[in-house]
Nanobody
Framework: VQLQASGGGLVQAGGSLRLSCAAS????????VGWFRQAPGKEREYVAA????????NYADSVKGRFTISRVNAKNTVYLQMNSLKPEDTAVYYC???????????????WGQGTLVTVSS
């Protein structure tokens, strides 16, 4: 599975962005997809994950109620809708895929290249 994240950019605090994770491969619908982020000088952290069917989703406490993860398997795409953005959301965002439903970065087998989100105050 190859993944490509897109949709990042510069936005003011309180604004919104939608990230996309486009995948290649026929078996994409079999994979859990997660979003992670890494801010400058910080470790990569978990953001959200969605099961292969879209029936289960999980969020980090820091984004719960503001971010929504969704997927359209027919389009091989997972989305991360980010609302009420804060300066502390500034990071490079990565999507990743795995066969299990997990929030642990080390359990993900495939990673996209990342897209930069910058939130100005």
């Amino acid at each position: 599975v190859q993944l490509q994240a897109s949709g990042g950019g510069l936005v003011q605090a309180g604004g919104s962005l939608r990230l996309s994770c486009a995948a290649s491969g026929r078996t994409f619908s079999s994979y859990t997809v997660g979003w992670f982020r890494q801010a400058p000088g910080k470790e990569r952290e978990y953001v959200a994950a969605i099961s292969w069917s879209g029936g289960s989703a999980n969020y980090a406490d820091s984004v719960k109620g503001r971010f929504t993860i969704s997927r359209v398997n027919a389009k091989n795409t997972v989305y991360l809708q980010m609302n009420s953005l804060k300066p502390e959301d500034t990071a490079v965002y990565y999507c990743a895929a795995t066969t299990r439903f997990t929030v642990v970065a080390g359990d993900y087998d495939y990673w996209g290249q990342g897209t930069l989100v910058t939130v100005s105050s």
